[in-house]
């Protein structure tokens, strides 16, 4: 299994408190992902990172944001968190070779 | 809007026979094509993946399917196994960022 690990693995919060999430690897791959998985949507992507300190926008971006201050880390941050973010979220690392390794995700659930 | 577009929803399938999922795609930039198996509380797998250069590729009992003119791709599990019971999503992409576009997955319950 590709080295990605997530924290926390499961979280309840409130609505308007902020939350980080964190996605740690040790294949260092040059690109990392969030994305997000709800029933009829499959997963989307939230934001990506192409290099230390690179990130874009995905589809499904606003109410959160990203930072990669080492190529091992990606963390996704909601910064006043709504019921509306309660989803299943995956890191991914990948090398642009279109083949992309998941971690096995964060449970987060905002009341 | 949705790039990807997967049916079925959900598929019940016997032991022994062949599962077929299928994708319709809007976007003819895409030029990578994977399958990935999810099981309960577990992150998506690769399973096989295909270039729009060539129509048809096999590993072992899984094969995709891929008609360029029109946008579509399909997997097709042969002597589908219990195992095989899990969450399939096709998903597409371009570009080195491999920013995939995912289907929105079936499910697949493979019975004894």
């Known amino acids: 299994d590709a080295g990605i690990t997530q924290s926390p693995r499961h979280k309840v919060t409130e609505t308007g408190t902020p939350v980080t999430l964190r996605c740690h690897q040790t294949e260092n791959h040059r690109y990392m992902y969030w994305y997000r998985q709800d029933p009829g949507h499959g997963l989307r992507l939230i934001h990506y990172s192409y290099g230390v300190k690179d990130t874009d926008k995905g589809e499904v971006s606003d109410g959160y944001s990203v930072s990669r201050s080492k190529t091992e880390d990606f963390l996704l941050t909601l910064e006043s968190a709504t019921s509306s973010q309660t989803s299943v979220y995956f890191c991914a690392i990948g090398q642009g070779t279109g083949e992309l390794f998941f971690g096995e995700g964060s449970r987060l659930t905002v009341l | 809007q949705q790039q990807v577009k997967q049916s079925p929803q959900s598929l019940i399938v016997q032991k022994g026979g062949i599962s077929i999922i299928n994708c319709a795609y809007e976007?003819?930039?895409?030029?990578?094509f994977p399958w990935y198996q999810q099981f309960p509380g577990k992150g998506p797998a690769l399973l096989i993946a295909?270039?729009?250069?060539?129509s048809e590729k096999k590993e072992g009992r899984f094969t995709i399917s891929f008609n360029k003119s029109a946008k579509q791709f399909s997997l097709h599990i042969m002597d589908s196994q219990p195992g095989d019971s899990a969450t399939y999503f096709c998903a597409a992409t371009t570009g080195t960022a491999s920013k995939l576009t995912f289907g929105t997955g079936t499910r697949l319950q493979v019975t004894l």
């Open positions: 295909i270039r729009p250069d060539v």
């Open positions: 976007n003819t930039a895409f030029d990578y």
